[in-house]
Nanobody, 120 residues
Framework: QVQLVESGGGLVQAGGSLRLSCAAS????????MGWYRQAPGKQRELVAV???????NYADSVKGRFTISRDNAKNSVNLQMNSLKPEDTAVYFC??????????????WGQGTQVTVNS
């Protein structure tokens, strides 16, 4: 089995920073893309940032220059450093990992979600 465990959400004032972390564990053969999505109340889930196994990154326009995604392949983890947070960044953030388990087929796995609230 594969598990994703997220940490780091919370409440912050506008302009502040938070760091999200997500660690994958279990019967993992290889990991491809790792990313973060978010879902605000009444809105669809949207991509925030993604990082490939080779380290290439892609960001939503709304977070470019403020958020930084990184990964530690030795720890099967992905982080999201969020700076200059805005009230519109308020959402539940989900870790997403595209991986091949030791037994089974390659697919995407989701974390449980962590709440980020930014007060104005």
């Amino acid at each position: 089995q594969v598990q994703l465990v997220e940490s780091g959400g919370g409440l912050v004032q506008a302009g502040g920073s938070l760091r999200l972390s997500c660690a994958a564990s279990g019967s993992i053969y290889s990991i491809n893309d790792m990313g973060w999505y978010r879902q605000a109340p009444g809105k669809q889930r949207e991509l925030v940032a993604v990082i490939t196994s080779g380290g290439s990154t892609n960001y939503a326009d709304s977070v470019k220059g403020r958020f930084t995604i990184s990964r530690d392949n030795a720890k099967n983890s992905v982080n999201l450093q969020m700076n200059s947070l805005k009230p519109e960044d308020t959402a539940v953030y989900f870790c997403n990992v595209d991986l091949l388990p030791i037994w089974g087929r390659r697919r995407q796995y989701w974390g449980q979600g962590t709440q980020v609230t930014v007060n104005s």
